[in-house]
T-cell receptor, first 112, second 110 residues
Framework: KAGVTQTPRYLIKTRGQQVTLSCSPI?????VSWYQQTPGQGLQFLFE???????NKGNFPGRFSGRQFSNSRSEMNVSTLELGDSALYLC???????????FGPGTRLLVL | SQQGEEDPQALSIQEGENATMNCSYK?????LQWYRQNSGRGLVHLILIRSNEREKHSGRLRVTLDTSKKSSSLLITASRAADTASYFC??????????FGKGTRLSVIA
């Protein structure tokens, strides 16, 4: 069974631009969660989607948004990029609540 | 904000030795999970222990959970150089997402 895939793997953007990251979950998984990882703040939860509905949202500004499609694939968007948005963005999928989350390799975003 | 706090922050051991990492958390949980991350890559799930379980084993891994002390430990026996990584605990409560600690950096020296 294929694992969680994330595209692109690496991205360089400049301040003020916007970016869209994509995540394809493991087949059959309906829950997709997004996390931001930085050296200073560690792993922080962004949001979680289940069956196209946002079920939970972390403490991030409205510039961070996401969505989930009917095939469970998910995208997250960051608008008006700031230098502090440079991070590793990780996506994880699971069957549902309180089940093991399987992580993708991440997208490393560098904002210049 | 972090829920889990791993201890120690960094650990260096010789190959063949055992490595023990601890995790403390603050609020009640439904389960606690341990993950491994190699050098800024994706996280690999190691083990999930539910709040009604006290101990779980998986290969060379042993995880304990003490809900009265709000703590967990991860023991890696007979460590190998390939075990060198960062290890994170993450807690999951009712209707709340996974909350990660800042991790323990383990170095296993051959």
């Amino acid at each position: 069974k294929a694992g969680v895939t994330q595209t692109p793997r690496y991205l360089i953007k400049t301040r003020g631009q916007q970016v869209t990251l994509s995540c394809s979950p493991i087949s059959g998984h309906r829950s997709v969660s997004w996390y931001q990882q930085t050296p200073g703040q560690g792993l922080q939860f962004l949001f979680e989607y289940f069956s196209e509905t946002q079920r939970n949202k972390g403490n991030f500004p409205g510039r961070f948004s996401g969505r989930q499609f009917s095939n469970s694939r998910s995208e997250m968007n960051v608008s008006t990029l700031e230098l502090g948005d440079s991070a590793l963005y990780l996506c994880a999928s699971s069957f549902g609540w309180e089940e093991t989350q399987y992580f993708g390799p991440g997208t490393r975003l560098l904002v210049l | 904000s972090q829920q889990g706090e791993e201890d120690p922050q960094a650990l260096s051991i010789q190959e063949g030795e055992n490595a023990t990492m601890n995790c403390s958390y603050k609020t009640s949980i439904n389960n606690l999970q341990w993950y491994r991350q190699n050098s800024g890559r994706g996280l690999v799930h190691l083990i999930l222990i539910r709040s009604n379980e006290r101990e779980k084993h998986s290969g060379r891994l042993r995880v304990t959970l003490d809900t009265s002390k709000k703590s967990s430990s991860l023991l890696i026996t007979a460590s190998r150089a390939a075990d060198t990584a960062s290890y994170f605990c993450a807690t999951e409560g009712g209707n709340t997402p996974l909350v990660f600690g800042k991790g323990t950096r383990l170095s296993v020296i051959a």
